[in-house]
């Protein structure tokens, strides 16, 4: 690591003011990202802004239309809360297959948002489910939010506040694990929401991206079967030592199928 | 004194033991689980400092100019080293003494015959950088942060040189030249057996199968990550090294090489090492470097790999591309084999024991008339490999086993009766292989009819129709294997019985977490006829252990043991002639059993502790320590631990996910002296025989010759949820080459892993058209193998 401050404000105003006052600083919320960057010098921030006690950030709104997690849950307390699994039991499947037990104690639903990795877990479950991202200056939805390969429309000083999540008629998310890290190879979440079918894709490209080839299909028809014989186009996806192009976009219609049949099962 | 023991011995009574043979909890694990253990980077010394290494990011480049300037002028640096500066220092190499050379090794040559050229390891190179990671300058600073930034700043001006990985492409015409001294990068090349008779029966043979077996590359990563801490006294002019490895004295010997000191004014440290399976048998730059910038510096140095460097840059694994030929007549029996075994040696030789081990054994449990092999290995880019957890055994029996299953299928037979049929019987034990090895003893189809009973082999067909129903398939695996424990043949052990009741064993090997603390207690407390908590081993201080040959090619219970024997035994005339004295009387009126000396037809009786006591009462103003007894060996017989496995595997078809639902292991140990701790080697056996079959995989970038496995992301360890609960089982036959009958465990079943898994996801696929699939069997390759054989 190389050296850098540490601060721990109370309110969102003095993050973000603290936040403008230094361009090299930058939120830390569970760590389990930021730390491993730093410890292996690739990145240096000159401040961490320790969003730990910013109030506000670990609050619950539950709805039943819409449940609104803040940012900083952590995917523990997402993947064991009943509140949550009786009205999106996918989202629980998402959060309890994030790492390990220590990972899920740490890392936040903010920060995985905010780090856009390709290959994880939550940017899948928001675009699939249609979630509203709150910022500290506007709301954004997933379909807005996520660009390619780390990347998100959130300014230097905008902060994470929360994610609302409107509860779908049936849903479920999917993941191929890579042998080694264990994060999606490829990630599939289907969901039946009241606008719509949405089927979002994790790991197999550059970035999560919504599968409307798939999306098309189950619309006009909710089942597995729909989808056989789709064939999923290779083109722009990811190739690397744990699976092709062509390898990935298999992946991606095995699990949007298995998705749905499962999705259909979950229903209650 | 060295006694060349008697090599038929009557293996001891079973009723002889009280201790040995029983699942003795671990005494070491207390320590260990409490944080009490005694690592390397659990030392440090007052005014220590820290060593950081700048190392290659190119796989060959030549290294022009180092400009270190600048980051001499840092913060708390307090110097940075060269190559140029080993070499202005009169530093010499490291001479790891790469080619096998127990008598009863094959020898290794160059092409032609000849003395082998191994690529001369310096501390640090001169030249040029061999691969990536490879340790080009080292700043040592105040604290480790300054140490990292002031390596950020050493500049080094590369030419970087066209590379090669890959040892099939290393010795084509035109390939990459690694060393100039060897143009082709063929280093060795050497034909074993009797190539007249092989050719002789492939040519009468009614079948010929061929196959060829990439064992891929795999690397150790144990828990603790290699370490050094280096001192020196100015005063007496003795270097003291702290560092983690299978055997303190000969690191002490080959370190005091590249310094180019006397040995004697070299202490190596090592107490409780964190993992090894071979990685860290052998010397690394880093140990000769804080050793000799201690002296330099005058305070102590401390290095410490990361993870990453420790994937960049530990010895390796495995990598031999194997292709085999095996002969059969009409009726299977087994006629020839012939092999050409490719070992990718690295940038340079640090261990020919891969090459050397898995050469005569390519026949491996199989009566195979007449065989021939071809062991030949090539440099390449790469970190160098070294012997890996069954050295050079998993990749010829992987070979075998393999080669045997698609005989099988291909021809007709039923793969266990195939292997049946030819099996060496015990009644052929001691059994001569066509190379001129002899297998000491073993039943080899006793292991395989319990492994078959075990794995309830004959009720597969209804577990694989469920599982159908699941839309998966379920395959099985079978595979024998032999292996050999041969190893460094000298091993000395000193023992002291103190009157206060306690027994001291100084040994030379090295545990490196197989519980030797317990074990060899164990063998020493019922060949003394006491209890075992009377009983300390001592190892790990060169200055107290003088010799030895450490831990490696399961060498260390037979060898402890045999040691242990031969010191008592000598202890015994001993005690006898001093009771003798004591009392009065003739040595042959003296009787011993079960821990005591009793005048025969008399009342008097001593234990080996009042002998200790008037020994010591006797010594009066001299040594008042006890009995003590110094016994040192040589044993240059290997033996040959044998087994099986079976295995049941469960494939998706449309992701090409592998799930092990059934692992059964039979091992032949040979006495097994606590089946606790050898149950335990035999599961981490299986995991690290599993690892390399379906996740671990050292890659490398065939576009730009960079490693990208280079950390726990992309290199895939296996895990506990990933095995099933192991069905073990043991087929004791002792071993009649040592008196405790041992052979060894801890390598077994990694030997026959391998081969067993892959033969039972072929087996679940076989239908789709699928014969092979190379290593590892990851969800990725067993879909594109399922595509490629749909085509
Ligand atoms: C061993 C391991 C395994 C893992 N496996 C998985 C997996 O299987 N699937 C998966 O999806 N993830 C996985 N992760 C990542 C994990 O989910 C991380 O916790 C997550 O990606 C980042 O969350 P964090 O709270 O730790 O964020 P931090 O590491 O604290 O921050 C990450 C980034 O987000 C920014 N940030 C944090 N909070 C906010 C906010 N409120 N507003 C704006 N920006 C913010 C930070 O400034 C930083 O740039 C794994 C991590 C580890 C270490």
Redesign the pocket.
């Known amino acids: 690591m190389y050296p850098f401050e540490y601060v721990r404000p109370a309110s969102v105003e003095e993050a973000i003011g603290l936040r403008r006052a230094d361009a090299g600083a ?11 960057s730093m410890k292996l010098r690739l990145a240096a921030p000159s401040q961490l802004i320790d ?1 730990t006690d910013v109030e506000g ?1 670990d609050e619950w709104s539950i709805g039943d239309e819409h449940i609104v997690l803040g ?2 849950s952590s ?1 523990r307390r997402v993947a064991e809360a009943d509140e949550v699994r009786t009205r999106i039991q996918a989202l629980s499947t998402v959060a309890a ?4 037990p220590q ?1 899920r104690n ?3 639903l ?3 948002i ?2 856009n ?1 390709p ?4 940017p899948a479950a928001l675009l699939g489910l249609g979630a509203t991202i709150r910022t500290s200056q506007r709301e954004i939805s997933a379909d807005e939010f996520f660009k390619d390969f780390f990347e998100t429309v ?1 300014e230097d000083d ?4 929360a994610v609302s999540f409107p509860v779908p008629r049936r849903a479920a998310y999917l993941k191929f694990r890579t042998p080694g ?4 190879l490829v990630g599939v979440m289907v969901a039946e929401t009241r606008d719509g079918v949405r089927v979002a894709v994790t790991g197999a490209g550059p970035g999560v991206y919504r599968a409307t080839q798939l999306e098309t299909a189950l619309a006009e028809d909710f089942r597995p079967e729909a989808l056989v014989g789709l064939d999923m186009s290779p083109d722009g996806l990811n190739a690397d030592m744990h699976g092709s192009p062509e390898y990935r976009a298999h992946l991606t219609g095995v699990l949007a199928r298995r998705a749905t049949a499962q999705a259909i099962a979950c229903e209650n | 004194m060295t006694d060349e023991l008697e090599l038929k011995f009557d293996a001891l009574a079973v009723g002889a033991f009280k201790s040995v043979g029983r699942p003795v909890a671990r005494r070491e694990d207390l320590r260990l689980i409490t944080g009490k253990g005694r690592f390397t980077d659990d030392f440090n010394e007052p005014g220590q400092v820290v060593a950081v290494l700048v190392r290659s990011p190119y796989p060959h480049a030549r290294i022009n100019r180092i400009d270190s300037d600048t980051a001499k002028q840092m913060p708390g640096v307090l110097a940075i080293y060269t190559g140029e500066d080993c070499r202005a220092d009169g530093l010499g190499i490291i001479s790891h003494s790469p080619v096998p050379s127990t008598r009863s090794d094959l020898k290794l040559t160059a092409p032609g015959g000849g003395a082998i050229f191994e690529g001369p390891h310096a501390l640090l190179p001169v030249d040029k950088a061999r691969h990536v990671g490879e340790g080009i300058a080292m700043v040592v600073a105040e604290s480790h942060r300054q140490a990292l930034d002031a390596a950020e700043h050493v500049r080094v001006d590369y030419e970087p040189l066209p590379w090669v990985a890959d040892s099939a492409v290393a010795i084509r015409d035109g390939a990459p030249t690694v060393w100039d001294e060897v143009p082709n990068n063929v280093c060795v090349d050497t034909r074993f057996g009797d190539t007249a008779a092989t050719d002789a029966a492939f040519a009468s043979a009614a079948h010929v199968i061929e196959m060829e077996f990439p064992i891929q590359r795999v690397t150790a990563t144990p828990l603790e990550p290699r370490a050094a801490l280096g001192q020196y006294d100015e005063a007496s002019g003795r270097y003291t090294l702290n560092a983690g490895s299978n055997g303190a004295v000969t690191h002490k010997r080959q370190i005091a090489g590249a310094l180019n000191v006397d040995p004697e004014n070299i202490r190596v440290l090592c107490f409780d090492v964190g993992g090894n399976f071979g990685t860290k048998n052998r010397v690394y730059v880093e140990f000769g470097l804080v050793l000799w910038a201690a002296r330099k510096i005058g305070r102590p140095v401390k290095f410490l790999a990361t993870r990453s460097e420790s994937f960049l840059s530990d010895y390796q694994g495995r990598d031999l591309l194997t292709r085999v030929e095996l002969a059969l007549d009409a009726d299977g029996t087994f006629l020839a084999y012939r092999a050409s075994n490719l070992s990718n040696v690295g940038a340079r030789i640090v261990s020919l024991s891969p090459l050397g081990k898995g050469a005569p054994l390519v026949t491996g449990s199989y009566r195979i008339p007449a065989a021939e092999v071809r062991a030949w290995a090539a440099f390449t880019t790469t970190t160098p490999t070294q012997a890996y957890r069954s050295s050079g055994r998993p990749e010829v029996i992987h070979a075998l086993e393999r080669i045997i299953d698609t005989a099988a299928h291909r021809l007709g037979f039923d793969p266990i009766a195939l292997r049946r049929k030819n099996l060496v019987s015990s009644e052929e034990m001691p059994y001569t292989n066509a190379f001129g090895i002899t297998y000491d003893s073993g039943d080899y189809i006793k292991s395989m009819d319990i492994a078959l009973r075990l794995a309830d082999w004959d009720g597969f067909e209804a577990r694989a129709l469920a599982v159908r129903e699941r839309g998966l398939r379920l395959g099985r695996g079978f595979a024998n294997y032999v292996e050999s424990s041969i190893g460094a043949p000298r091993e000395r052990v000193d023992m002291t019985i103190s009157p206060a009741g306690r027994v001291e064993v100084v040994v030379g090997t090295q545990p490196t977490g197989q519980g030797h603390e317990t074990s060899f207690a164990q063998v020493t407390a019922d060949l003394l006829g006491i209890d075992a908590n009377a009983v300390d081993i001592v190892y790990g201080d060169t200055d107290i252990v003088a010799e030895g040959g450490g831990s490696h090619s399961g060498r260390s219970m037979r060898h402890a043991s045999t040691a242990i024997y031969g010191a008592i035994e000598k202890l015994k005339v001993y005690a006898i002639e001093l009771a003798a004295d004591v009392w009065g009387i003739e040595t042959q009126a003296i009787g011993y059993g079960d821990g005591r000396f009793v005048e025969t037809g008399g009342a008097r009786r001593f234990d080996w502790f009042e002998l200790a006591a008037l020994e010591a009462e006797r010594a009066g103003g001299g040594d008042q320590r006890g009995l003590r007894i110094s016994h040192s060996h040589e044993m240059h017989t290997p033996v040959f631990p044998n087994g099986c496995a079976a295995c049941e595997v469960e494939v998706d078809t449309e992701t090409g996910f592998v799930r092990i639902t059934k692992y059964v292991a039979v091992d032949d140990v040979g006495r097994v002296i606590n089946p606790l701790i050898v149950d335990g080697q035999t599961h981490g056996s299986i995991a690290t025989g599993a690892g390399q079959a379906l996740w671990e995989q050292c890659y490398t970038d065939p576009d730009s010759g960079q490693p990208l496995s280079g950390s726990f992301m992309d290199y895939g360890i296996p895990r506990a949820d990933e095995m099933p609960s192991f069905i073990t089982a043991f087929n004791e036959v002792p071993s009649p080459t040592n008196p405790l009958g041992v052979k060894s465990g801890g390598e077994g079943p990694t030997t026959a892993a391998l081969a067993v898994i892959i033969n039972a996801i072929v087996d679940a696929l076989r239908d789709l058209g699928v014969d092979d699939i190379p290593m590892p069997a990851t969800p990725f390759q067993v879909w594109q193998s399922i595509r490629d054989a749909q085509g």
Do not use: C, F, K
């Open positions: 930058q939120w830390l919320a569970g760590g389990m990202t930021l730390l491993p969003l950030l940012s900083m995917h297959g994030i790492g390990d990972v740490r890392g936040t903010g920060g995985s905010a780090n990795d290959a994880a877990d939550y959130l905008e902060l994470v506040v890290s264990r994060y999606a």
